[in-house]
């Protein structure tokens, strides 16, 4: 493997990881700087690397320059005469100074950072940019195309971002326990976001979904892994991302196009991840908690399961639930699909009735589908209506997927044996 | 948005008693419940209230003790939803499972101080 091949995975794994121990150690108040240090450590990689072979251990190498880089940095501004020494009045000679990328030091300081780039000043959107610029090291046009926005939104909401935390004395620094406690649910919302915008992504690039719903991952992976952090919901929430991505390689095809959950060939889900996702639901069944993490991380289990005669019954109770701790649209239409699976579609369709919901594709593609079998006619008036209102490419082409199917004669068995409608 | 106190009235004694009879019941009002936040209309979800209880009244204060049993419509649980009219929580109210054993929802708005 060349370096034209390894820095970028490289990039991607270690350069949150420079960030994140660099801003913690010498108590940076600017990100910018530990990110240019990261940057620049990087580029010497490239640079080197190319010359002279990439070395054995390469993020050790990495580690290395980073550390004189950040030291270099030090010496040569008054920020080490002004604040880093008073921190360091303990410690006479500053260059000996414990500052090694171990393992605990990289999860501490990742843990601070996630907890610093979801500061509530922020907004969500902004919050989301922040996670993905500092500790994912993505790139302006790497968030752009994740997100799906402009070069130039991203990059003000991340500069609006940095002035708000700045305002707020920003500080990486190891967290009180009552810090963590305040903000872990805007830190385990932010986390659910990154991953829904992974599996939910309108980008049509399996590559850019993937990307993040692992580095969603991983990140609830240093709040599980630290003893702060390792409560019952960030389980809750880490099973639920295993759950959802064990189908990450069946929801698409080759040509990315998504689809259905009862088209998906099963073979393809991921086992491994399956196991992982029912490991972390037993961890997050300790204690009597039950968050909104929890309950979908119970729907997703019972998606993994197909033996079950109660399997729909389950997933309707547990939408029953989730739809009075948190309303969501979306939640109100998967709610209304189970209930059909439960109740049969004419009962399904008096309940989606009752929602007002009239704008939303997602509704009318819904109901389109509960008619499908009942009344051809308005099945077919739904559908269209769903693919107008629809601004998804993807989805697009799967709704015209069901009105080619409605258009010929009616299928010999019309009540299709689905078993999710957005999942 | 106004909000609608639904109060839940029956006799406890026509309550469901078979083990089978209860989970249909604690079905119902699940889907009923969950049927409102869909509609992003719940507001509180409430409570059941016990069957034990008081009633205090003027004078020298007679406590009575559960007189409940006696009576055929006790107050059995509430529910705070949300609504534009006192039409439509009525409407909402009609679903209510209660009306499978002989019980009575009474919706009133709530008057906020």
Known sequence: MGPQELTPHLFRTEYSKIVAVLCRTFHFRHIEIAADIASETFLKASEYWAQKGVPENPAAWLYTVARNKAKDYLKHTAIFETEIRKGLMHDESWTELDFDFNHQTISDSQLAMIFAACNPVNSSEAQLCLTLQILCGFSLVEISNALLAKQETIKKRLQRARENLRNENFQIKSLSEDEIKTRFEVVLRALYLLFNEGYFSKSNSLLIRKDLCLEAIRLALVLTGNELTDTPEANALLALMCFQSSRLEARTDESGAAVLFDEQDRSLWDQALIQKGNHYLIQASKGTELSKYHLEAAIAYWHTTTADPKKWQHILNLYNELIVVEYSPVTALNRVFAYAKVYGNDNGIREAEKLNLKESGYFHGLLGYLYTGLDSNKALEHYRKAILLTKSEAERKVLEKQVFRLIPIPEKDSRHDGDSFTL | ????????????????????????????????????????????????????????????????????????????????????????????????????????????????M
């Open chain 2, 1 to 112: 948005m106004k909000e609608f106190l639904l109060v839940f009235k029956a006799d406890y004694n026509a309550m469901p008693k078979t083990p089978e009879e209860m989970q249909a019941n604690t079905q119902n009002w699940m889907n009923w419940i969950g049927g409102i936040a869909a509609q992003n209309k719940l507001s509180d979800r409430g409570n059941r209230l016990d069957r034990a209880g008081t009633v205090v009244k003027k004078g020298d204060g007679i406590i009575s003790d559960g007189p409940y049993t006696e009576i055929k419509e006790s107050i059995m649980g509430y529910t705070l939803i949300k609504s534009d009219s006192l039409d439509e929580a009525t409407e909402i109210a009609k679903g209510c499972p209660i009306f499978n054993f002989g019980g009575e929802v009474e919706v009133r708005e709530i008057n906020v």
